[in-house]
């Protein structure tokens, strides 16, 4: 019975030190989450804009409709 006792004594411990790190690591990731948000309203970073050309999507549609073709006369023969 002693070795029962000492496991169920040593299973809480080792799980509440774990839930109790966990806990710890939830709270501290908010507060780190609120002062990277007000650190970033003080130094914004530049964000440069991208500007791509528009790509022709009717191409690349009619290239599947002429595959989707090709497979189903490939199939029937």
Known sequence: ???LENGLA???IGM???LAFLTLLIFC???MSKV???L???FPEAVDE???AAKKV???VDEAIAVAIAAIMAKRN
Do not use: C, F, R
């Open 16 to 18: 509440g030190t774990v």
């Open 10 to 12: 040593l299973l809480l």
């Open 1 to 3: 019975m002693n070795n």
């Open 36 to 38: 990277v948000g007000w």
């Open 50 to 52: 991208v500007k791509t």
């Open 29 to 31: 990731m908010g507060i």
């Open 40 to 42: 970033n309203k003080l």
């Open 58 to 60: 009717a191409s690349n």
